[in-house]
């Protein structure tokens, strides 16, 4: 009836993660009861066009009250494919993140740095037939946050994905090349090494627009579903 | 296959706006929120409560859950379910999102309906999917309902838990003046730590 790869735990970090310290107390910690997949399992969520605002696509806008959000614009775009490199077409793709000065909009975010009040920082955009997405944002800026000693988060950019089924879900981050903050991310470093170089989008001079944005390509691969309908 | 997933990563503590923002009060809007089942769903009617905790048993205020079921009849709304015998619902997507910051004690709350039966010999469940800061990756465990012990007895997945840890994939009934109420705590570690599945 399907074929449905299983998570790569090679590709995913540890659950308990101790230099990542709030994996600590709020990891599982034992093992994950091995199951096969069923209807509940190869079935999900489906959204379409009809949960998208016409400026859900471009944070640049979509938080405008009086004037432009501060900082560089750049245009993030990109394929989601499955591990057989079958486009995953028609997905929606939600994001958010911290504005060019590393605050979230979020009232938990506590960081001394200005809130930019023609930014909100999220949205979110629907792959086309090829697995396609594409939005427009302001490059998020690095933040403190309190694991240890002078921690510093990389710049990056929240994502999260359906895909296919429950079983495809995907929460990541994407971060940007050559950031000296990478190495010292224990969020970043608790991936396996020769996977978490995945999650850093390449600058492209072809997707940058001319006098406008820096253009940023993110491929992501979510977990092959390859499920027949089921007939009664 | 040829190419490599992308790895998983925390859903970070600032969640909110992106994704369960009308909860939240910010000015966006979401895909989906706890109340999953309109006037005109087919069902019963009932309200899901829920704490998570972590290892040393306080309440955690910046998880996410997501629910994910079949409507009254066992059908899930998707194309891979082609079952004509089992009638879609178009009013139940069977989707559920919901943070744990905003109420006072940390719960969570879906108003929902029942799944039936999805597949013969199953028990009725509910797939729930945990984000939080601090989980690198999302967690998949599934709710039962505890007046259902005798299909409970016999569905294939529970009876790949040890019997001991099966308490914690259930549900308890309530009968409230307010609706029926089923109340799920997810417990990250400890001795009443939640079974999660892989698959
Ligand atoms: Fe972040």
């Known amino acids: 009836m399907s074929t449905l790869t299983k998570r790569d735990w090679a590709s995913h970090a540890a659950y308990i993660s101790p230099e990542y310290k709030s994996t600590v107390l709020r990891g599982v910690s034992r093992n ?5 997949p069923e209807l509940s399992e190869l079935t999900g969520p489906a959204y379409g066009a009809e949960v998208l605002g016409p ?7 979509n938080g405008q009250v009086n004037g432009e959000p501060q900082g560089e614009r750049i245009v993030v775009s990109g394929r989601v494919l499955d591990e057989n490199g079958n486009p995953v077409a028609n997905t929606l793709v939600e994001v958010w993140q911290a504005n060019a000065a590393g605050r979230y909009v979020h009232k938990a975010d506590q960081h001394d ?12 955009c629907l792959t086309d037939a090829n697995g396609c997405y594409r939005f427009y944002t302001i490059k998020p800026g690095a933040y403190p946050w309190g694991n240890h000693p002078n921690a510093w988060r990389p710049n990056h950019i929240h994502f999260s994905l359906f895909g296919a089924s429950i079983a495809s879900r995907l929460v990541t981050q994407m971060y940007f090349p050559g950031d000296p903050l990478l190495a010292l991310d224990p969020i970043y470093l608790s991936v396996p090494q020769g996977a978490r170089e995945r999650m850093i989008a390449d600058f492209s001079i072809d997707v940058t627009e001319e006098g406008f944005a820096l253009g940023y390509i993110f491929d992501i691969v979510l977990r092959g579903v390859n499920a027949t309908p ?3 | ?5 992308t790895p998983s990563q925390t859903v970070g503590p600032y969640f909110a706006y992106g994704l369960t923002a009308q909860q ?3 000015p966006q809007t979401q895909v989906a929120t706890g109340a999953m089942a309109n006037d005109e769903t087919l069902g019963e009617r009932i309200r899901i409560l829920g704490q998570v905790f972590d290892g040393q048993g306080q309440r955690i205020n910046d998880a996410m859950i ?11 709304n998707h194309p891979v379910d082609a079952r004509e015998s089992r009638p879609l619902d178009p009013a139940f997507k069977g989707f559920g999102r919901v943070g744990t910051g905003t109420t006072p004690d940390n719960s969570f709350r879906f108003d929902t309906i029942k799944p039936g039966v999805a597949q013969d010999g199953q028990a009725p469940f509910i797939s729930v999917i945990l984000f939080m800061r601090g989980l690198p990756n999302h967690a998949y465990t599934r709710l039962y309902f505890s007046d259902e012990a005798s299909l409970n007895a016999e569905d294939p997945v529970l009876n790949k838990v040890e019997a001991a840890r099966r308490d914690t994939l259930i549900a308890t009934r309530h009968e409230t003046s307010t609706g029926v109420e089923y109340r799920f ?3 990250m570690q400890g001795p009443h730590e939640t079974v999660f599945f892989n698959f």
């Open chain 1, 32 to 36: 994950l009861v091995d199951i096969d």
């Open chain 1, 55 to 61: 400026l859900d696509h471009d944070l640049t806008k």
């Open chain 1, 113 to 124: 740095a200005p809130l930019d009040p023609n930014f909100l920082g999220s949205g979110r």
């Open chain 1, 230 to 232: 089921m007939e009664d």
């Open chain 2, 1 to 5: 296959m040829s190419l490599k997933q």
């Open chain 2, 24 to 26: 939240y009060h910010y």
């Open chain 2, 66 to 76: 997501e629910l994910w079921q079949a409507n009254a009849a066992g059908r899930f």
């Open chain 2, 185 to 187: 705590d997810i417990h």
